[in-house]
C-alpha cells in the first residue's frame, strides 16, 4: 500500500488541541501548563483564554493536580516536602493546604520508620551506615528529631 503526497502541508494542531493532548497524558497545573506553553512561545493572552476555557470545562483543575502530586509523594516523603513541592509547582496555599489536609491522619514518626524499614530493614552497624540513614530520611523531609527517633526506634528493637 503507498502513500499519495499530500498536496498542502501538514498544519500544526491549535493551541486547544495542544492543551487537551498534554491533559490527557496526565495532570497538569495552570502554573505549570503556562511555563510549558510561554517556551513554546505562545501570546500570554492566548493562553489565558485556552486554559480559562479548559477549567470551565473540568479538563483543567489545580486542586485535582495538587491531591494527584499529594497522592503520588504520600509515604515517599514528608509533608513538609510534598508542601515544597506544590509550592514550587505554582499552586496557591489554600489549595495547597486543602490537599495537604489528607495527610493530617497519619504520624509522621510512624510514616518515616515505614519507608526506613522498606529501604534499609536493617539497624546501622557503625556511624558511617547510621549518618548515610539519617541524610537518608532527612532528604525525604524529615524533621531531625523524627530521623533520629527513627534510628532511635530501630536500635530498641535490635
Given at each position: ?43 500570554a ?5 485556552v486554559?480559562d ?6 479538563f ?29 509547582r ?7 493546604e ?37 541524610r ?14 527513627v ?8
Open positions: 500500500m503507498t502513500r499519495e503526497p499530500q498536496d498542502s502541508p501538514k498544519q500544526p494542531p491549535s493551541l486547544k488541541a495542544t492543551v487537551i493532548r498534554m491533559l490527557a497524558r496526565r495532570e497538569y497545573g495552570r502554573a505549570e501548563l503556562v511555563q510549558r506553553l510561554s517556551q513554546r512561545g505562545v501570546a493572552d492566548e493562553i489565558e483564554s486554559l476555557e479548559m477549567t470551565a470545562l473540568g483543567l483543575s489545580d486542586a485535582r493536580y495538587a491531591e494527584s502530586l499529594v497522592r503520588q509523594k504520600q509515604g515517599r516523603y514528608a509533608k513538609r516536602a510534598i508542601a515544597h513541592t506544590l509550592k514550587e505554582g499552586l496557591d496555599r489554600d489549595t495547597a486543602a490537599a495537604l489536609s489528607a495527610l493530617e491522619t497519619t504520624d509522621e514518626t510512624d510514616e518515616a520508620l515505614a519507608l526506613w524499614r522498606k529501604r534499609f530493614g536493617a539497624p546501622p552497624q557503625d556511624e558511617r551506615e547510621r549518618h548515610r540513614q539519617l537518608f530520611l532527612l532528604s525525604r523531609g524529615y524533621s531531625t528529631g523524627v530521623a533520629f527517633k534510628l532511635k526506634i530501630v536500635r530498641s528493637e535490635d
